[in-house]
C-alpha cells in the first residue's frame, strides 16, 4: 500500500471514531432515568444554561427537626451533568444540626467544608467507624454506599460542598428508611431490637405508620 492509501485510511478510521464520541449528553428529564442516565437532549435546544446551576448560592433552611439542609445539584436540578459521572450537593448545618446517618448508594462523596466546623465519619462494611472534626478548608471522602453523617461541631452555622462521583448518587436516610415508612410496628421490633415504644416514638418523629 501507497503512503497516501495509509493515510486516507487512517483518515477514515479516525473520523469514524469521532463520530462515536459525544461531547455531552443534557438530560432530558421527560425521558426514563434508567441506569445509564437520562435520555439526550436534542442538541439544538441545548443551551449554556443546561451547563449552570445557581441554587447552590444560597444557603438551604434549616428550620426543621435536623437543622439542617442539603440542597442537592444532582441531574434532576442540574440536567448537564447527565452522564458525566459527577454532581455536587450543598450543606447548611445550623448550631446543633445535623444530617443524620445516610448513604448515596450510588456514589463516592468528598466533603469540601467552606464555614464551620463539622464532625464527620463513615461505618465501613466491617462496623469500624472513621470519625473526625473537620474545618474550613479540610476535605474527607466517604467511601461509595458506606454510612455517614455530619454533624455540626461548633456553637455557629456549618457550611460544605458535597461532591459525588454520579450525577444521581441517591440519598437514604437510615431514621427515616427505619421509622418513616408503613412496615407494621412488630415488624421494625423484630428487625431492629428495639421495643414498641421506641418504635412507635420514632415513627411518630419521622411520618411513619403501622
Ligand atoms: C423555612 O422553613 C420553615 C418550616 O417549613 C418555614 O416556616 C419558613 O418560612 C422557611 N423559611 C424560609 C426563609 O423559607
Ligand atoms: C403509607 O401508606 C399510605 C396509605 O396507607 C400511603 O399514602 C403512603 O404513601 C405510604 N407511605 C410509604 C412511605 O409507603
Redesign the pocket.
Known sequence: MKMHQILFLLFILLSSTNALVQDFCVANLKGPDGPAGYPCKTEAKVTVDDFVFSGLAKAGNTSNIIKAAVTPAFVAQFPGVNGLGLSLARLDLAPGGVIPLHTHPGASEVLVVLHGSITAGFISSANSVYVKTVHKGDIMVFPQGLLHFQANAGGKPATAIASLSSPNPGLQITAFALF???LTSALVEKTTFLDDAQVKKLKAIL????
Open positions: 418513616g415508612n408503613n411520618g411513619g405508620t403501622g
